[in-house]
Structures are given as C-alpha cells and as structure tokens.
Nanobody, 126 residues
Framework: QVQLVESGGGLVQAGGSLRLSCAAS????????MGWFRQAPGKEREIVAT????????YYADSVKGRFTISRDNAKNTVYLQMNSLKSEDTAVYYC???????????????????WGQGTQVTVSS
C-alpha cells in the first residue's frame, strides 16, 4: 500500500480556483489508479474524478466536468486536482485515494480503494 498526503485546500470565493496535491510514498506509484473523492457534512463520500495508472484516461463526475482537471506526475509520485469556477456546493473535505490496478479510469467506488489520505478542507464562500 502507498501512504497519501493531501495539501492545497483552503478558503476561496465562489468563482475562484484551487489546486489540490496528493503526494504518495513508495516506488510503485505508477502501478496505482488514483481518485479524488469529497465528503460534505451530513452527506456520503462521493466520487469527484479518477485517473488511470498511466494518466492516459480520466473520469469526472457530472457535477465537476468542465471545471475540474485531474492529472498525475509519476516521476514526482503526485496526483493533482485543479479546481476552477468553484461553487459553494463544492465545499467539502477532499480525499485522494489509491488502488493497485492498471486499467482505464472509470467511476470507481470508494470501496475499490485500499489507501486513503487524511483529507483536506475546501471551503467556497458565496
């Protein structure tokens, strides 16, 4: 398993941007599909975006499509989430997660992931 540490969260006004980073430990990062999830108070954890082990394919939830971009740098063991045109409904704790799988990105379930970061808070003020 890999260890994951998120950073980059914070408070931003509606319409603004943030970039989240997730740094992974270990030498097998390129063998892992990665995902970003979020959880708002009183709500279930939901998928935001996923990216395949190579970065060659991505998946986005409808709610963020066109506004968020997931990417990865396997040389730096890091996955990113660029968030633009933020809305108040994007407010949540954002988690990155890893699953050891070499396949195209898809709407993976949280249960598919074996490693999770501690989460980073994103608050969008309207």
């Amino acid at each position: 398993q890999v260890q994951l540490v998120e950073s980059g969260g914070g408070l931003v006004q509606a319409g603004g941007s943030l970039r989240l980073s997730c740094a992974a430990s270990g030498r097998t990062f390129s063998s892992y599909g990665m995902g970003w999830f979020r959880q708002a108070p009183g709500k279930e954890r939901e998928i935001v975006a996923t990216i395949s082990w190579s970065g060659g394919s991505t998946y986005y939830a409808d709610s963020v499509k066109g506004r968020f971009t997931i990417s990865r740098d396997n040389a730096k063991n890091t996955v990113y989430l660029q968030m633009n045109s933020l809305k108040s409904e994007d407010t949540a704790v954002y988690y990155c997660a890893a699953r050891r799988l070499k396949s195209p990105a898809n709407r993976w379930s949280p249960a598919d992931f074996g490693s999770w970061g501690q989460g980073t808070q994103v608050t969008v003020s309207s």
